[in-house]
């Protein structure tokens, strides 16, 4: 008995979509790391990063353009859609190149982040992508989770700290590696069903690599924060 010819094409269409959404995001996350690389091995690159006018609005400023390209990559060309990811992603890494300057990493250290924030993301991805279950109830846990961390995030800064109490920083760092390992799951899935309802159309491979990408990049960071220290 032959199988639906239907049914072959659209799994494999899948198939290929999301290969290039994965190979989307290495790429993203490959410039990410030689960007920061690169910069974070000249004191003098840090020094100017950090003394630039507006460094102090530098990560708001680019959850701000993350928010934007989320929006309106779809809309935009082609070339200009992997060109606005592309260059996203290299100006995140310049500005992760302080993190070597900031925190007390050794090679070991970020080693064993790296593999433990890739060894989740993979772990999340495959079963968002094979998974049965409808995962879009996790979707507004996860933000109202998030946005609690980031409420205690300022807490802890603003106040415990200042006030000699012991922080809250490990066990935050932790819950948002829990967070952002949903979204990877969560973003997986959707990113599946939006080619099953639309097709390849309007970037969505960039759309798609975009949120993988700053899922993983989320998760990098906190499990730094674990395993990285302070100087």
């Not at 190979?23 to 910069?39: E, F, M, R, S, Y």
């Not at 992997?82 to 970020?110: C, E, N, Q, Y």
Request: charged share 15%; with cysteine; aromatic share 8%.
């Amino acid at each position: 008995m032959r199988g639906d010819p239907l049914g072959i094409e659209l799994h494999s269409g899948v198939g290929r979509f999301m290969k290039a959404v994965y190979a989307w995001t290495l790429t993203g996350v490959g410039l990410t790391a030689a960007t920061a690389g690169l910069l974070g091995r000249s004191p003098e690159s840090v020094a100017a990063l950090g003394e630039a006018p507006g460094s102090g609005l530098l990560w708001p400023a680019l959850a701000v353009l993350a928010l934007a390209c989320g929006t309106r990559l779809h809309q935009l060309p082609p070339r200009l859609a992997r060109a606005a990811f592309l260059g996203f992603s290299a100006l995140f890494g310049a500005a992760l190149a302080w993190i070597g300057a900031v925190t007390a990493l050794t090679p070991g250290r970020l080693g064993l982040a790296v593999a433990v924030a890739c060894g989740v993301f993979v772990v999340l991805a495959v079963f968002g992508s094979r998974t049965r279950r409808d995962l879009s109830g996790w979707g507004p846990v996860l933000m109202a989770a998030l946005l609690g961390s980031i409420i205690a995030v300022v807490l802890d800064l603003g106040v415990l700290r200042g006030a000699g109490v012991p922080g809250l920083d490990t066990g935050v760092q932790a819950l948002l590696c829990g967070i952002f390992a949903g979204f990877v799951a969560h973003d997986t899935q959707k990113i599946k069903q939006m080619y099953r309802a639309h097709g390849p159309r309007d970037n969505l491979a960039v759309v798609g690599a975009l949120k993988l990408y700053l899922d993983f990049v989320n998760l990098l960071l906190a499990t730094l924060r674990l395993v990285g220290g302070y100087r």
